[in-house]
C-alpha cells in the first residue's frame, strides 16, 4: 500500500511539475508576442489537451516503476516568429521558460523545506517523503531539459544559433530526438545528470 502511495504521490509531483512547466511556456509566449501559440495546436485551458503522452504520462511512470529518477518532457509549441517582437531572443526565452519554471520549484521547494526543519516544523513524516520528491524531480527536469536533444527545451534554444550544415544536420535527426531519448533512459545514459543532482538536492535539504 505504501509503495503505491509512494508511486501516484511521484506521478502527482511530475504531472504538475510539467503542466507548470508548460503552462510558464504559453505564458511567456503571450507576453513576447504570440497569444495563440498554445490554441494553435491545442486547448490553451485544457492542461490534457498539453499532455505529450510519451514525455509527460508514459516515459514518468515507467520510470517510476524501475524506481529511477523521474525525467520528461512537454509538447513543443507552434511559434509564430513573426508575432515576436525579437524572434531570435523571444524564442530562446520561451524554450527556457519552463526549465527555469522547474529550478524554481526545486528552489522554492529547499528554501521552504530547510526553514520549517529550522523552526522544528519538518517532522510530519509525509513531508519527509514529499521534499525530496518534489525537489529532486523539479531539478532533474530542469537540467534534462536543457539536453540539446529534439523535443528538449535545449534543442529548441540550440537550434535558433545553428546555421548551413548543422542546422540541415538538426533538421534530419529532429524526427528520431524522441528515440534517442527513450534509448537513453532504458540504458540508463542520463545517471551522469540524476546521480549528481540527487547528490546535491539531498546535500541542500540536510538529509
Known amino acids: 500500500m505504501r509503495r503505491l502511495f509512494d508511486l501516484g504521490l511521484n506521478l502527482a509531483v511530475v504531472l504538475f511539475s510539467l503542466w507548470l512547466h508548460d503552462w510558464t511556456r504559453v505564458r ?5 508576442g504570440d497569444a495563440e501559440a498554445a490554441s494553435r495546436q491545442r486547448s490553451p485551458d485544457n492542461p490534457f489537451a498539453r499532455v505529450d503522452w510519451i514525455g509527460s504520462l508514459l516515459l514518468p ?4 516503476f524501475r524506481s529511477l529518477p523521474l525525467l520528461g518532457w512537454t509538447r513543443s509549441l507552434d511559434l509564430d516568429e513573426d508575432k515576436l517582437r525579437s ?6 526565452l520561451i524554450a527556457l521558460a519552463g526549465p527555469l519554471a522547474n529550478l524554481l520549484l526545486a528552489v522554492a521547494g529547499i528554501v521552504a523545506f530547510r526553514g520549517l526543519s529550522a523552526s522544528g516544523m519538518a517532522d510530519s513524516p509525509l513531508l519527509m517523503r514529499m521534499a525530496p520528491i518534489f525537489c ?25 544559433f545553428l546555421g548551413g550544415d548543422a542546422l540541415s544536420c538538426f533538421e534530419e535527426i529532429k524526427p528520431y530526438g524522441f ?8 540504458f540508463n545514459f542520463f545517471d551522469f545528470i540524476t546521480i549528481p543532482v540527487s547528490r546535491l538536492v539531498y546535500s541542500l535539504l540536510g538529509f
Not at 511567456?28 to 513576447?32: E, G, N, S, V, Y
Not at 528515440?179 to 532504458?186: D, E, K, N
Open 179 to 186: 528515440l534517442l531519448l527513450l534509448v537513453g533512459v532504458y
Open 28 to 32: 511567456a509566449a503571450r507576453r513576447l
Open 61 to 64: 511512470a515507467y520510470l517510476l
Open 136 to 160: 529532486l524531480s523539479n531539478a532533474n527536469l530542469f537540467v534534462f531539459n536543457l539536453l540539446p536533444i529534439p523535443p528538449l527545451a535545449g534543442a529548441i534554444a540550440a537550434e535558433r
Open 87 to 92: 524572434p531570435r531572443r523571444d524564442g530562446l
